[in-house]
């Protein structure tokens, strides 16, 4: 085993140390949580050892990272997440990898993700952003739709061709009154998603917690936690 195989499988054991207590703490089943490992700025190299180690789902947040790394690991099986500020002029590269958009956070890139998906001749699950810290009608600073802008993008979603209406995501908001209070705004999520799913019953994808907050996803009932500093290492700085 290479060094930096170990590496990856020591924190993957830690990481997964993590998700069993926090799944026992919360009277869950290990399985209905799903670890994605966010490889943004690390090689390809290492997505393939990753996969070597047993993970199926990876996230990237840039597509001029993205589109190189998933083409050379084309020949893996993986779920490809698409989880940074997505600009319509990037949507015909993503949509040629990427599974799952979980960035989705305005009518225009909907219209934009669903043309190049039929275009493609592929299905693309999509994500709602929701920005915890956004004003009715505003965007979040982390980009995401304001909680009253959600149902007016799923119906968007859900009749549009070549997208799937998977369900939710955030990110723990820095500012407003879920600042430093991940546990209470992955809280409100999973309420926001209940009412989601009454409309929408298979949107019952809720991504939510990273490297510093899983165990407060899970508690709340996240779906899918997505992490990578915990698996891959504090990552260089950019510049």
Same mark, same amino acid.
């Given at each position: 085993?290479?060094?930096?195989?170990?590496?990856?499988?020591?924190?993957?054991?830690?990481?997964?140390?993590?998700?069993?207590?926090?799944?026992?703490? =919360?009277?869950?089943?290990?399985?209905?949580?799903?670890?994605?490992?966010?490889?943004?700025?690390?090689? #390809?190299?290492?997505?393939?050892?990753?996969?070597?180690?047993?993970?199926?789902?990876?996230?990237?947040? $840039?597509?001029?990272? =993205?589109?190189?790394?998933?083409?050379?690991?084309?020949?893996?099986?993986?779920?490809?997440?698409?989880?940074?500020?997505?600009?319509?002029?990037?949507?015909?590269?993503?949509?040629?990898?990427?599974?799952?958009?979980?960035?989705?956070?305005?009518?225009?890139?909907?219209?934009?993700?669903?043309?190049?998906?039929?275009?493609?001749?592929?299905?693309?699950?999509?994500?709602?952003?929701?920005?915890?810290?956004?004003?009715?009608?505003?965007?979040?600073?982390?980009?995401?739709?304001?909680?009253?802008?959600?149902?007016?993008?799923?119906?968007?979603?859900? =009749?549009?061709?070549?997208?799937?209406?998977?369900?939710? /995501?955030?990110?723990?908001?820095?500012?407003?009154?879920?600042?430093?209070?991940?546990?209470? #705004?992955?809280?409100?999520? /999973?309420?926001?998603?209940?009412?989601? $799913? =009454?409309?929408?019953?298979?949107?019952? /994808?809720?991504?939510?917690? /990273?490297?510093?907050?899983?165990?407060?996803?899970?508690?709340?009932?996240?779906?899918?936690?997505?992490?990578?500093?915990?698996?891959?290492?504090? $990552?260089? $700085?950019?510049?």
């Amino acid at each position: 085993m290479t060094d930096r195989k170990a590496e990856l499988a020591a924190n993957l054991a830690q990481v997964e140390e993590r998700i069993v207590s926090s799944c026992a703490a =919360a009277g869950r089943q290990r399985e209905e949580v799903t670890l994605i490992v966010v490889t943004k700025t690390y090689p #390809a190299s290492d997505v393939r050892i990753l996969h070597e180690l047993g993970v199926r789902h990876v996230a990237e947040n $840039r597509d001029q990272d =993205a589109a190189p790394k998933a083409a050379a690991c084309a020949d893996l099986s993986l779920t490809w997440h698409f989880v940074g500020q997505l600009q319509t002029n990037k949507v015909r590269s993503v949509t040629s990898y990427a599974d799952v958009v979980q960035s989705v956070d305005r009518a225009k890139l909907v219209t934009a993700l669903s043309a190049a998906a039929v275009r493609g001749e592929r299905e693309l699950g999509c994500l709602i952003q929701v920005a915890l810290d956004a004003e009715s009608g505003e965007r979040g600073e982390r980009g995401g739709v304001a909680p009253d802008g959600i149902e007016e993008l799923a119906a968007a979603i859900g =009749a549009a061709g070549g997208l799937r209406l998977d369900g939710l /995501m955030t990110v723990a908001p820095l500012a407003g009154e879920y600042a430093g209070r991940q546990r209470a #705004a992955f809280d409100r999520l /999973m309420e926001i998603s209940s009412r989601l $799913r =009454a409309g929408h019953p298979a949107a019952n /994808m809720v991504s939510a917690g /990273m490297s510093g907050d899983l165990e407060d996803a899970v508690a709340a009932g996240a779906t899918h936690v997505r992490v990578g500093t915990a698996v891959l290492g504090v $990552r260089p $700085r950019l510049g």
